[in-house]
């Protein structure tokens, strides 16, 4: 309704023009949504970022093109980025081979770290113990650890980590006082909370679950997708069921 307001205010009063709006995420912007804002660069200049790979919203654009000419832009240059820096390479080269399903216009990604980060896919008949188990790994170095579930098993997660004594949070909640002012070094992330986050280490729970959560194919393996790239140093994969990559 705010979008269908402010175009509605704009043509009473014209909006001011900034001179430059950043937008970050925007290939989850809906074409009134990219209206709005395109009205606050109308005589300015927009930087627009996006991953057509991450779109997770029913309602997001198609194309840069599309999104560009909502935008009031259309005559814009796009640049492809292909190069990355945050994700290690076997990691980004693993959730790499969901683009052809989900984003097939892409070019394959790669990583400048020289480092080629950890990589571990297990199948276990308890993918949950089997987390477990690769967090407690995961404490024994330095950095954040994500434990990233489906949103329905979040509970679970929680749970299970309270019963094994590792001090967490859960993503979305009020975080319980652990008695000290540190942060806990674990998250508990539901799937739908983990774009945009990062964590040196991400131990994923049965990726068929995180793809089957959404309402349709495409939109579950781009969620997939982003879960798998929120590493930074190392990623675990814990499944029973086949994971939905090619």
Partial sequence: DAVL????????????????????????????ML?????????????????????????????????????????AHVEELTVGFRV????????????????????????VRRSRGELVVQEDHDPLAAAIAHVRAALQQEGSVGLIVADQLADRADAALTTEGIEHA?????PAPFGDDNEPRVDVVPAALAKGLEFDHVVLVEPAD??????????????????????????AITHTKAIPVP
């Fill in 5 to 32: 307001i402010d175009e509605a205010a704009d043509l009473v009063e014209r909006t001011p023009s900034l001179g430059l709006v950043v937008l970050d995420e925007a290939q989850d912007l809906s074409a009134m």
């Fill in 35 to 75: 209206r709005s804002v395109g009205r606050q660069c109308s005589t300015g200049s927009a930087t627009v970022l996006g991953d057509l790979a991450q779109a997770t919203t029913p309602w997001g654009v198609r194309s840069w093109p599309d999104a560009l000419h909502h935008l009031g832009k259309p005559d």
């Fill in 88 to 111: 290690p390479g076997e990691v980004i080269d693993f959730a790499a081979r969901l683009l052809p399903l989900i984003a097939p216009g892409l070019r394959k990604p790669s990583s």
């Fill in 170 to 174: 859960v993503l979305g909640r009020a």
């Fill in 210 to 235: 995180i793809a089957a959560a959404e309402a349709d194919r495409l939109t579950g393996l781009r969620r997939l997708y982003v879960c798998l790239t929120r590493a930074v140093t190392s990623l």
